[in-house]
């Protein structure tokens, strides 16, 4: 299994952007399964081979929907990918396409040439690595000034259910956020692509796993899946099964991104 260090989190090349939550590259450093967890984002990618300075070869760009389910993915040493992940609600604005159409799926290939036009091209073409990151970031820079993104109170209220971990009700988020029920659910599965039981869901999932495995004081199962908002240690459980693939006490070493998720 390749390690989570092969993982790593940068700065845009291009000016920051409120649709943008995080630029990334990860380099293999061994060949084996690279165990992706869900998220709940969409992510636009760049796979190739290549060392830096040299040309770059076997490109494919992906689109890679929000995910309530692990995926693993077959790597080889020396495979490359440089991606960028966007903030919920915003994925689908910049890149065009319905977020909930794509949940746990990808798109490459004729349909995502067909849906990003000229931009697969400038991506198609980087000659090395450092140019087809400049390329990935200039794409995302220029489409996201022209995206319309999430409403204000959208905003806010995905805030809230970050802030939370996903431990807010649906009505408690409503009444915070002043957003009726129906157009916030509404709301969030056109932009995020899941509902907002499953949107929580997995915000959850990612919050417990941060504080199973901190480095400073990590938390015994129990008191874990407290703090965790589950009902108790066998719904943490299962949940785990159904984002992981694996229970709380038997963590595989995996990548947490840098969600922010307090």
């Known amino acids: 299994m390749p390690w989570p260090s092969d993982y790593h989190e940068h700065a845009l090349a291009a000016p920051r952007s409120p649709a943008v939550e995080a630029a990334w590259t990860f380099t293999a450093s061994t060949d084996g399964i690279h165990v992706v967890l869900p998220d709940g984002r969409m992510d636009l990618i760049v796979a190739f081979r290549g060392a830096d300075g040299a040309p770059v070869r076997d490109v494919q760009p992906l689109i890679v929907g929000p995910s309530q389910r692990w995926a693993e993915v077959p790597v080889a040493r020396g ?8 903030r919920p609600g915003w994925g689908g604005a910049v890149l065009g396409v319905d977020p909930a159409s794509i949940v746990d799926d990808s798109l490459s290939g004729p349909p995502l040439e067909r849906l990003l036009g000229e931009d697969a ?3 198609g073409s980087a000659a090395t690595p450092h140019a087809l990151v400049e390329a ?7 489409r996201a000034a022209c995206a319309l993104g999430p409403a204000p109170t959208i905003v806010y209220a995905l805030r809230l259910i970050h802030a939370s971990g996903g431990r807010l009700r649906l009505d408690e988020v409503s009444r915070i956020a002043d957003v ?8 969030l599965t056109l932009g995020v692509g899941l509902s907002f039981k499953a ?3 997995v915000l959850r999932f990612q919050r417990t796993m941060r504080l199973l495995t901190q480095a400073s004081a990590p938390l015994d199962p129990v008191d874990a899946a407290i703090e965790g908002g589950y009902s108790d240690q066998a719904h943490m459980t299962r949940e785990f099964r159904r984002h992981g693939g694996f229970t709380p006490g038997r963590v595989p070493p995996l990548v947490l991104v840098g969600m922010p998720l307090d």
Do not use: E
């Open 136 to 142: 990935l970031h200039g794409v995302v820079h220029r």
């Open 199 to 201: 949107f929580s869901s």
């Open 180 to 187: 009726p029920i129906r157009t916030l659910r509404r709301h």
């Open 79 to 86: 495979d490359r990918f440089v991606g960028v992940r966007f």
């Open 121 to 123: 091209t400038r991506l």
